[in-house]
């Protein structure tokens, strides 16, 4: 509206306002995926003919969400991560600190925090992918900002090569079985498929129902019995895809553009032409989804053909929000206070959700069609906005953000005292 935010807070020497105005918003943004994942059954999250409904309102919901969120809101935090690693790096550097040292006790405690995420609490964790990454950029903060964006680009290629063997395998048990034997064999492979990815059999899905509508004791059992390897699986499939979002996150900051540092024009150009490109290719696959029922075999070819769209997407998302963002704005001022307790706000949703909606809490799991879930997100976006910019009022740190800090520098933290926000 009328500029982007100043690239440093008068009120506290060091802050970047644009910063936290982005991750507020990544980290409300995040949860209009995530709470697919947290009522629905795991297929419903790609597809939604799984479960939860794909007409009407249904339908609705996915399209935009798909279009306009799906992936994105996600490296948008990526990108985040990356940018807010580095300017930790550079303060410890600039303070005479060994930076290597600052670095890795945040990821290990980071990765503490997110162990005891998955296992105890959610298994769509993302902090334990986040610290076993951020330990692998610490390695790169040094390439200049050129080289930072070729390296990106040749791992989201590299992640869209991997990912396409998922088409070529569906493809594959299709169409390509030789004999009756070798075609019950296929049958059963598709099925793994169609848990995630497809439509799962009534079985399938009355076994996750009546695992997350149980109580806390099934579901921790299971999640330590199918999610001790889930890191390593994780940073495999999707490590190269996450380390390249750090790095065009890095070399954002870099350039300004995530510091807010940009004149306006600059803001209007980009996203013009990032959402120009993308904006039309996935309103495309979206309709070709559509067109295609959800079938297994063009919701996998899609899942990949996203990969190579989502960062001019972010890229865009970054300077909407800059672009929006109006500097001592009641609400701007609030979503800085939400993304300056990202870390927080991020574990309490899952704490909130999960109570929510599995059989320890209400258990909703299940019972909401994908439109229904939306409303619980407003009332949580609601509490978020609410509650964040009081807190750092009165405190220097969110809470978890204070205990975290306190435990990688080995030192209890001051936390009483107003936060610049």
Known sequence: MDAAPPPHDARGPGRLPALDVVRGVAVLGILLLNIVSFGLPEAAYLNPRAYGGWHGADLAAWLVNF?????????????????????????????????????????????????????????????????????????LRNLPT??????GVMLVAAS?????????????????????????????????????????????????????????????????????????????????????YMLFGMAAFRSGLLRGEWPR??????????????????VGLAFYLVREQFNLLPVVLVWVLTVPLRPPMIVGWACLILLLARPGGTFTERLAAAGRMAFTNYLATSLICTSLFYGYGLGWFGHLSRWQLYPVVLAIWAMILLWSKPWLARFRFGPLEWVWRSLARGRWQSFRGAASV
């Open 146 to 151: 050129g080289r930072m964006l070729v390296l």
């Open 265 to 282: 024009y600059r803001y209007r150009r980009w996203l013009l032409i990032c959402w120009g490109v993308a904006l039309p290719a996935f």
């Open 160 to 244: 869209t090569v991997l990912f396409a063997t998922i088409p070529l395998m569906v493809h594959h048990l299709q169409c390509c079985a030789s004999g009756p034997a070798q075609a019950a064999e296929y049958a059963r492979d598709l099925q793994g498929f169609a848990r995630s990815m497809g439509v799962p059999s009534a079985a399938d899905l009355a076994r996750e129902l009546a695992l997350y509508r149980g109580d806390y004791r099934s579901i921790v059992g299971v999640r330590l019995g199918e999610h001790v390897g889930t890191p390593l699986i994780l940073l495999w499939f999707y490590g190269p895809e996450t380390l390249a």
């Open 67 to 139: 279009v306009l969120f799906d992936g994105k809101m996600r490296g948008l935090f990526s990108f985040l991560f990356g940018a807010s690693m580095l300017l930790v790096i550079e303060r410890a550097e600039a303070s005479g600190e060994n930076a290597a040292k600052v670095h890795y006790r945040r990821m290990l405690w980071l990765l503490a925090f997110g162990l005891a995420h998955l296992w105890l609490i959610w298994h769509g964790d993302i902090l334990t992918h986040y610290a076993l990454v951020g330990m692998a950029a610490f390695a």
